[in-house]
């Protein structure tokens, strides 16, 4: 409620937060400007005051949170469908580039795509008895691979060539 709050009022929040990769917790403000659910986990997306632009914290490892008096203000070209545009998962960083992905679908999985796609780019381009093939164009994050490597068999990667090798080597690794 104390985020929402802030959010629809545009104050600041002062957080103390505890990161899985930190031994100690951080205190901070923060401009909180959405929330995002992933995998039933709620992310909170916003401005911290560093360069680094927008970023992003899960609400799960929040000790505290209080909103501050101080107003704040959404930047004017910030959107959030174009922040998550070609993007998988919650995961954003200035350094990952979208690219097509070409999917091979076993006719059983098809179903499951079809009823729901994996992201909002997702095109079905080849049908067949057996199978079907789905173009992408977003980042292969952490997220994706994950997702793609739960399908098991059912799913190929047929390109980029580089992200198929690495779904390949993993896949080797987990089943050898």
Known sequence: AVIIQ????????EIRYQSFRKKHE??????????KEFK???????YK???????M???DRMITARITSENFTLPKEFSTDGYFE??????????MK???????????QTKYFRSLPLHRSQKEIETNEDYSVFSYFLTTDYD??????????????????TFRDTISSIALTLYN
Not at 26 to 35: A, K, M, Q, S, T
Not at 98 to 108: I, T
Request: some cysteine; aromatic content about 14%.
């Open 6 to 13: 802030a959010i629809r009022d545009s104050k600041k929040v």
């Open 26 to 35: 951080d205190h901070f403000v923060f401009e909180p400007y959405f929330l």
């Open 40 to 46: 039933r986990r709620w992310y909170l997306y916003g």
């Open 49 to 55: 005051g560093d360069p680094d632009g927008c970023r």
């Open 57 to 59: 914290l899960s609400l």
């Open 86 to 95: 070609n993007i998988y998962g919650v995961r954003v960083y200035s350094d």
């Open 98 to 108: 979208p690219e097509k992905v070409l999917l091979k679908v076993s006719a059983m």
């Open 144 to 161: 994706f691979k994950q997702d793609i490597l739960s399908f098991g068999n059912e799913v190929e990667v047929l390109e980029p060539q």
